[in-house]
T-cell receptor, first 115, second 116 residues
Framework: GENVEQHPSTLSVQEGDSAVIKCTYSDSASNYFPWYKQELGKRPQLIIDIRSNVGEKKDQRIAVTLNKTAKHFSLHITETQPEDSAVYFCAATDILTGGGNKLTFGTGTQLKVEL | GAGVSQSPRYKVAKRGQDVALRCDPISGHVSLFWYQQALGQGPEFLTYFQNEAQLDKSGLPSDRFFAERPEGSVSTLKIQRTQQEDSAVYLC??????????????FGEGSRLTVL
């Protein structure tokens, strides 16, 4: 089955700086890679995702890059703000096999944006 | 409601008690998932339904865990003879209105189970 590793486990940045979170996956069949943000005591919410037919996707201050050959993908947050403070989870799955969107999650990165 | 609803939000059980956790998915969503999230960890897959059919239960940790979705909508996760290691947040997620699948999972707020 799929195995997703994520690092760092904690990340502290100054407001306005950039933050980068990296994940690796093991199953070459995986083709869908979402990122979820989870604030304390709240539900995980999708912030951006990428499919294996593209190498990069951007949405305002958030971008995700994918290297299929190396089996790794990264989340980039620019101009960080205090409200970006949360736990971020990467995930991977094969979205095409008809098995639903059974995601395998990484262990999470606690991002703290300091004033 | 518009989102995935779970109840109870918090449950304290004595070791050995049975518990039942309910999930009300987004109306029309075909797929329903249960995940277990231990403190400081990512969600771990438990089981998956497509409509009323349980297509994958490979993540259920033991035969004390049982899930059902009899009418293809509301789902219940039941844990029998709870143990301390069952303490976690149980997340339900749904996705996939018929004819569309963006890949996104919509999560509920979770049910936090504490076994004493």
């Amino acid at each position: 089955g799929e195995n997703v590793e994520q690092h760092p486990s904690t990340l502290s940045v100054q407001e306005g700086d950039s933050a980068v979170i990296k994940c690796t996956y093991s199953d070459s069949a995986s083709n869908y890679f979402p990122w979820y943000k989870q604030e304390l005591g709240k539900r995980p919410q999708l912030i951006i995702d990428i499919r294996s037919n593209v190498g990069e996707k951007k949405d305002q201050r958030i971008a995700v890059t994918l290297n299929k050959t190396a089996k790794h993908f990264s989340l980039h947050i620019t101009e960080t703000q205090p409200e970006d403070s949360a736990v971020y989870f990467c995930a991977a799955t094969d979205i095409l096999t008809g098995g639903g969107n059974k995601l395998t999650f990484g262990t999470g990165t606690q991002l703290k944006v300091e004033l | 409601g518009a989102g995935v609803s779970q109840s109870p939000r918090y449950k304290v059980a004595k070791r050995g008690q049975d518990v039942a956790l309910r999930c009300d998915p987004i109306s029309g969503h075909v797929s329903l998932f249960w995940y277990q999230q231990a403190l400081g960890q990512g969600p771990e897959f438990l089981t998956y339904f497509q409509n009323e059919a349980q297509l994958d239960k490979s993540g259920l940790p033991s035969d004390r865990f049982f899930a059902e979705r009899p009418e293809g909508s509301v789902s219940t996760l039941k844990i029998q003879r709870t143990q301390q290691e069952d303490s976690a947040v149980y997340l339900c997620a749904s996705s996939g209105k018929r004819g569309t699948n963006t890949g996104e999972l919509f999560f509920g707020e979770g049910s936090r189970l504490t076994v004493l």
